[in-house]
């Protein structure tokens, strides 16, 4: 089975909870669409072209509550600066992050897995070295993701890849 990401990041995330994984280290188009569960069919749909084995693939989106669930999947092409100046300027840092992680077994047998934190969005702190996790601080936590050593113990993708892990081993 693989796990299709050039994010070695998100590789060794997903490799903490499935451990006999293999990384298919290529970069997969992503549609523009504000479904995130489109984005990872159509990833998924992509990936069963370069292997034919079982595929994964994962969409994480943030979603700040003073935009109205902005920028969402969309996320990626908003800079962390820019999302802390909206969080500041609207008075407003609610956000959540969820990961979707969809398993494929071929083009015909799709799903879909969801895991979701809620938190703050706050001035970056921590590792600047993994997207968003500098300014994103989970609820009920004093530290960002880019701060915490147990990270993947509360994170969104972890609840995802738990739900993707116990589906596996009922099958």
């Known amino acids: 089975m693989y796990f299709v990401t ?9 490799r903490s909870i499935l451990p006999d994984i293999k ?7 992503e549609i523009q669409n504000i479904d995130s569960k489109e984005v990872v069919k159509q990833k998924l749909l992509q990936a069963l072209e370069y292997v034919d084995e079982e595929v994964i693939v994962e969409d994480t989106s943030l ?4 935009l109205n669930g902005l920028p ?10 820019l999302l802390v100046e909206i969080s ?36 970056p702190k921590g590792k600047l070295n993994f997207g968003w996790d500098p300014i994103f601080m989970p609820e009920g936590y004093n530290l960002t993701f880019a701060e915490m050593e147990d990270k993947n113990e509360v994170s969104m993708r972890r609840i995802a890849l738990n739900k993707l892990k116990d589906f596996l081993y009922k099958i």
């Open 72 to 81: 969402g999947p969309f996320v990626k092409w908003f800079q962390n600066d």
């Open 6 to 14: 050039s994010n070695k990041n998100k590789f060794e995330e997903v």
């Open 23 to 29: 990384q298919l280290d290529i970069d997969l188009m």
């Open 88 to 123: 500041e300027k609207l008075g407003e840092s609610n956000a959540e992050v969820k990961t979707i992680i969809g398993y494929a077994k071929n083009k015909e047998e799709m799903y879909f897995f969801e895991g979701s934190t809620k938190g703050t969005i706050v001035k």
């Open 63 to 66: 979603s700040l509550e003073c």
